[in-house]
């Protein structure tokens, strides 16, 4: 009877095994196809801020008046209503957690869960921007943290050094 107990029990988790291994093959496939959705999506079309607050402002009418553009080399366009073109680089990475191989590559994107028609993001999936001019522009450098995107809107957040989110970032599709 003991035998049998621990023949069931070694199937038991020899299954888990198994089924374990091949959900995070899964959960890594899934999250390459999401990744390519994410720059696909922001490389299609012009994009604008609708919403910025830093520290509880709201600045939004500060940078209202810039289009982003993101292409495919990382560099991203900005253009401003007297049609001032500046130039800066995006990028799209996963924050290393700590528990991860150190040999993975970082390029390789978090996994999402769908909602509706919303991709929200359950780890830590960030955007990259970075402008090197002293205008308002220079708000946007950072590591936005993703906290969901739809087709038309990415909405973003960000950490202070004491790890407490105090600003947030709303891209829409022009």
Same mark, same amino acid.
């Given at each position: 009877?003991?035998?049998?107990?621990?023949?069931? =029990? =070694?199937?038991?988790? /020899?299954?888990?095994?198994?089924?374990?291994?091949?959900?995070?093959?899964?959960?890594?496939?899934?999250?390459?196809?999401? %990744?390519?959705?994410?720059?696909?999506?922001?490389?299609?079309?012009?994009?604008?801020?609708?919403?910025? $607050?830093?520290?509880?402002?709201?600045?939004?009418?500060? =940078?209202?008046?810039?289009?982003?553009?993101? $292409?495919?080399?990382?560099?991203?366009?900005?253009?401003? %209503?007297?049609?001032?073109?500046?130039? @800066?680089?995006?990028?799209?990475?996963?924050?290393?957690? @700590?528990? $991860?191989?150190?040999?993975?590559?970082?390029?390789?994107?978090?996994?999402?869960?769908?909602? @509706?028609? %919303?991709? %929200?993001?359950?780890?830590? !999936?960030?955007?990259?921007?970075?402008?090197?001019? !002293?205008?308002? /522009?220079?708000?946007?450098?950072?590591?936005?943290? /993703? =906290?969901?995107?739809?087709?038309?809107?990415?909405? !973003?957040?960000?950490?202070? @050094?004491?790890?407490?989110?105090?600003?947030?970032?709303?891209? $829409?599709?022009?």
């Amino acid at each position: 009877m003991k035998v049998t107990k621990n023949i069931m =029990l =070694l199937a038991i988790f /020899l299954i888990g095994a198994i089924t374990f291994q091949s959900c995070s093959k899964s959960n890594k496939d899934n999250a390459n196809t999401v %990744t390519e959705q994410l720059k696909n999506n922001l490389q299609q079309g012009t994009w604008n801020i609708t919403y910025f $607050e830093k520290n509880g402002i709201d600045s939004t009418t500060y =940078l209202s008046n810039y289009n982003f553009s993101f $292409e495919a080399n990382n560099i991203v366009l900005c253009r401003d %209503t007297a049609n001032h073109i500046y130039n @800066g680089t995006w990028s799209i990475r996963r924050i290393p957690s @700590g528990d $991860e191989d150190e040999d993975e590559d970082e390029e390789e994107n978090g996994v999402f869960i769908p909602v @509706g028609n %919303t991709v %929200t993001s359950i780890d830590n !999936l960030e955007i990259v921007i970075n402008f090197n001019y !002293l205008i308002n /522009l220079k708000q946007v450098n950072n590591k936005w943290k /993703l =906290l969901n995107q739809r087709p038309t809107i990415i909405e !973003l957040k960000n950490y202070n @050094g004491f790890n407490i989110v105090d600003t947030y970032l709303t891209l $829409e599709k022009n």
